[in-house]
């Protein structure tokens, strides 16, 4: 699918779509619990997987608009089974853990650019306690019990290795302590990890960088929301940045979305601030880029892990934001951008099957105009994005390739 952006201002009032990371932890929790019922799910790409996933190894689940009841999972009585993770990397990695729980042979499937994603943590701590990890064509193959005990996670890595541990410890039969080592990297996510965990009754002690996990712990039932997304509001919201009037409601003020910081870092560029740091906010790197060809330059330094990404981010923004006139120089975990000069488009945009990619481009194209190909990766999790910016008075013609 094609998108085509003519050049127009932001104008109206749309609330934000439900956040991605928690209903991802939230649907996970509740289907360890007996009975929750979860409102305010948005069925993305990503979301639908870990549905797939939860009811492949158990769960009962039952759909009512943006409603979801579900529960039921008992993970240490999962037969064996195929769980599809699709895309996405949180569902392959939440969901790993989970799998090791029963003693079952459980193949966990997906697209060929998932497994290109790093899985090593999880293949090292299989090895260490003798359990079968088997990867094959675009799966791993994974058969035996996770043990109680030690671990020691790299903390420069993605956190949802932590939070996939977190999910599976707490239901073994002896306490785990888990140790972050080094410096720790998107440690929000794991912030919200334990905000969710802890409304389902779930105690993890935190001292530092470790996490004390007592054992034979019980999901409890519970009825939740979930909040707006920050991740994607700050697309919506650059659209103010760059001349627009949009008000974008639902993200609570007192958010654990480490995303959150949108807000300061557009403030900050307006102010001329011109280096930031996004080792704890990798999926704002896009949009941050495109809006730092709008103000002319910027430098971002934490950048390294937009290689495993969807695409290649740093590398793929630096190709389609050529085509309006700016360049990225990427190293290996800094990426400047400069533009002396934003211009229309020079050709046709490419979204690089990156929800994100898309988005950005789409905001940036509201300023120039430009042809997005590939613009259906928005599905992945932001499915209504298009319709949005419809709303918000921007022109966009959707068409088939």
């Known amino acids: 699918m094609k998108a085509e952006i003519t050049p127009s201002k932001a104008f109206g009032s749309v609330c934000a779509p439900p956040s991605k990371s928690i209903s991802h932890r939230e649907l996970i929790c509740g289907a360890l619990s007996k009975s929750t019922k979860i409102s305010g799910i948005a069925y993305s790409n990503d979301i639908k997987a870990t549905l797939g996933c939860l009811e492949?190894?158990?769960a009962k689940c039952s759909l009512s608009g943006d409603r979801v009841s579900l529960g039921g999972l008992d993970p240490a009585n999962a037969s064996p089974c195929e769980l599809f993770c699709d895309e996405s990397g949180s569902t392959l990695r939440f969901m790993l853990p989970l799998c090791l729980l029963s003693g079952s042979r459980i193949t966990l499937k997906g697209s060929p650019r998932l497994f290109e994603r790093p899985l090593g943590i999880y293949q090292k701590l299989c090895e260490s306690q003798n359990i079968l990890y088997e990867t094959g064509e675009n799966s791993v193959t994974v058969?035996?019990?996770?043990?109680?005990?030690?671990?020691?996670?790299?903390?420069?890595i993605s956190s949802q290795f932590i939070t996939g541990l977190l999910f599976a410890l707490p239901l073994l039969k002896g306490e785990s302590v888990l140790n972050v080592i080094g410096k720790f990297e998107s440690a929000s996510y794991v912030d919200i990890?334990?905000?969710?965990?802890?409304?389902?009754?779930?105690?993890?002690?935190?001292s530092g960088n470790s996490f004390i996990i007592p054992g034979n712990q019980t999901y409890q039932s519970r009825e939740a929301f979930v909040e707006g997304d920050c991740s994607?509001?700050?697309?919506?919201?650059?659209?103010n940045f760059l001349g627009g009037n949009a008000e974008i409601s639902g993200i609570p003020?007192?958010?654990?979305?480490?995303?959150?910081?949108?807000?300061?870092?557009?403030?900050?560029?307006?102010?001329?601030?011109?280096?930031?740091?996004l080792s704890d906010c990798p999926d704002l790197a896009p949009i941050l880029f495109s809006v730092a060809a709008v103000k002319?330059?910027?430098?971002?330094?934490?950048?390294?892990?937009?290689?495993?990404?969807?695409?290649?981010?740093?590398?793929?923004?630096?190709q389609e934001l050529k085509k309006f006139g700016a360049e990225l120089k990427v190293e290996e975990n800094r990426v400047t951008v400069s533009c002396p000069e934003l211009k229309a488009p020079s050709?046709?945009?490419?979204?690089?099957?990156?929800?994100?990619?898309?988005?950005?481009?789409?905001?940036?194209?509201?300023?120039?105009?430009?042809?997005?190909?590939?613009?259906?990766?928005?599905?992945?999790?932001?499915?209504?994005f298009f319709e949005t910016l419809k709303k918000l008075n921007i022109g966009v013609t959707l068409y088939e390739a």
């Open 56 to 58: 492949a190894l158990g």
């Open 143 to 156: 058969c035996g019990r996770l043990k109680s005990g030690n671990y020691d996670i790299p903390g420069n």
């Open 193 to 206: 990890t334990l905000g969710v965990l802890s409304s389902y009754g779930i105690d993890i002690i935190r």
């Open 232 to 239: 994607n509001a700050a697309f919506l919201e650059a659209l």
């Open 253 to 277: 003020e007192k958010t654990l979305q480490g995303d959150r910081v949108y807000r300061d870092i557009f403030k900050a560029m307006n102010q001329g601030e011109r280096e930031f740091d």
């Open 296 to 318: 002319g330059k910027a430098v971002f330094n934490g950048t390294a892990r937009l290689k495993i990404k969807e695409s290649d981010r740093a590398e793929v923004m630096a």
């Open 347 to 384: 050709c046709e945009l490419c979204g690089h099957n990156d929800h994100r990619i898309v988005m950005s481009l789409a905001v940036l194209a509201t300023l120039k105009g430009g042809v997005i190909n590939g613009a259906e990766a928005v599905s992945k999790s932001y499915p209504d």
